[in-house]
T-cell receptor, first 119, second 110 residues
Framework: EVQLVESGGGLVQPGRSLRVSCAAS????????MHWVRQAPGKGLEWVSG????????GYADSVQGRFTISRDSATNSLFLQMNTLRSEDTALYYC????????????WGRGTLITVSS | QSALTQPRSVSGSPGQSVTISCTGT?????????VSWYQQHPGKAPKLVIY???KRPSGVPDRFSGSKYGNTASLTISGLQAEDEADYYC??????????FGTGAKVTVL
């Protein structure tokens, strides 16, 4: 089955770090660019970060630039998001999303992992 | 990276058509033909319904259509059905490997 499964969410204190993961299955992971998109409770979608197929190109939203790092491991078909210096405004459901083979849009989504930043 | 502007809500009766606008800038929507639209039902992950401004993925009903003029993209749902009630988000590539989503619009079927 073609799917993305996120993990690693939870409650974390402001200023601390957390790494979330996304396990891909059912497709050739190394052929696709991958992204993280988040949604704060009751709010809209926000693109967070993206990485191309060979990790040669990455991008970040201004709101996380310098604090978050995206990476991937083709050996384990996994996508990661290392989040440092977390803030209360980072509280959200974090979705892993696959960029279509034709590029520029997201054709497969996970169910998300919830991160709550609070003391 | 400012969010694209969408109306907060739109509504229509079954069988009618509704159009959701998505206004960006000459650096995103106006520059790239990489506007996509996503449908999100409560508690569910987003689902792609339109990509590259006006293309429909397989399996998406042809009552969903997209267009763009200048810095504004639009999603039209024709022959509105109860199952179309959901939140809809536009998204555009914004250059330098960044993307931007719209503020989201809630579609209500009266």
């Amino acid at each position: 089955e073609v799917q993305l499964v996120e993990s690693g969410g939870g409650l974390v204190q402001p200023g601390r770090s957390l790494r979330v993961s996304c396990a891909a299955s059912g497709f050739t992971f190394e052929d696709y660019a991958m992204h993280w998109v988040r949604q704060a409770p009751g709010k809209g979608l926000e693109w967070v970060s993206g990485i191309n197929w060979n990790s040669g190109r990455t991008g970040y939203a201004d709101s996380v630039q310098g604090r978050f790092t995206i990476s991937r491991d083709s050996a384990t078909n996994s996508l990661f998001l290392q989040m440092n210096t977390l803030r209360s405004e980072d509280t959200a459901l974090y979705y892993c999303a696959r960029e279509s083979s034709s590029g520029w849009h997201f054709d497969l989504w996970g169910r998300g992992t919830l991160i709550t930043v609070s003391s | 990276q400012s969010a694209l502007t969408q109306p907060r809500s739109v509504s229509g009766s079954p069988g009618q058509s509704v159009t959701i606008s998505c206004t960006g800038t000459s650096s995103d929507v106006g520059y790239y033909n990489y506007v996509s639209w996503y449908q999100q039902h409560p508690g569910k992950a987003p689902k792609l319904v339109i990509y590259d401004v006006s293309k429909r993925p397989s399996g998406v009903p042809d009552r969903f259509s997209g267009s763009k003029y200048g810095n504004t993209a639009s999603l039209t749902i024709s022959g509105l059905q109860a199952e179309d009630e959901a939140d809809y988000y536009c998204c555009s590539y914004a250059g330098t490997y960044t993307w931007v989503f719209g503020t989201g619009a809630k579609v209500t079927v009266l």
